[in-house]
């Protein structure tokens, strides 16, 4: 079975660019989530769907941040615009759902804001 | 509002010795504890559920439970330097959440 996959690997934006990043979760799989990772913050939750609907919009990152689940096989994150604080990795996971499910994490996808 | 720390920061442990990781939480009706693992590189990995008091074994891998005292801990037998890695506890509360200790760097010296 194929894993969580997240494109881009590796992105470079300027301040005040739009960048979308992609994520197809497990087949499946009913839960997925967005997370974001730095250093000093750990794993902070943006998003999280449940059979396609939006059920956490992250609160403190919902003015810039806008994450879709258009089928369930596909979501995408949308930072607009940009600032030089998003640089982080930004991770997709998907599960089964449930109380005791475990998350299946993607690669991540590493954004540098210039 | 629940929240997970985990000891040490960092590790160093010799190649073939054993490594204990600990992690503290703060609500007492956490049910749901995992320990994922992350390489350089790589997005984390489940390593280990534990659900009840107690411990549970998985190879080289023991996790061991104590919710009366707040305490999951991972030990790590015969320690490989492919186990170098940030190590995570993450506690779920309500239905969906997760919330992430900060880490411990494990370092195993060849």
């Keep these: 079975d194929a894993g969580v996959t997240q494109t881009p690997r590796h992105e470079v934006a300027e301040k005040g660019q739009t960048i979308i990043l992609k994520c197809e979760p497990v087949s499946g799989h009913n839960d997925l989530f967005w997370y974001r990772q730095t250093k000093i913050q750990g794993l902070e939750l943006l998003s999280y769907f449940r059979s396609k609907s939006l059920m956490e919009d992250g609160g403190a990152f919902k003015d810039r941040f806008k994450a879709e689940m258009l089928n369930s096989s596909f979501s995408t994150l949308k930072i607009q615009p940009t600032e030089p604080k998003d640089s982080a990795v930004y991770l997709c996971a998907s599960s089964t759902g449930g109380s005791g499910n475990t998350l299946y994490f993607g690669e991540g996808s590493r954004l540098i804001v210039v | ?110």
């Design chain 2, 1 to 110: 509002q629940q929240k997970v720390q985990q000891s040490p920061e960092s590790l160093i442990v010799p190649e073939g010795g054993m490594a204990s990781l600990n992690c503290t939480f703060s609500d007492r009706n956490s049910q749901y504890f995992w320990w994922y693992r992350q390489h350089s590189g790589e997005g984390p990995k489940a390593l280990m559920s534990i659900f009840s008091n107690g411990d549970k074994k998985e190879g080289r891998f023991t996790a061991h439970l104590n919710k009366a005292s707040l305490h999951v801990s991972l030990h790590i037998k015969d320690s490989q330097p492919s186990d170098s890695a940030l190590y995570f506890c993450a506690v779920k509360v309500g239905n969906y959440q997760l919330i992430w200790g900060s880490g411990t760097k494990l370092i195993i010296k060849p």
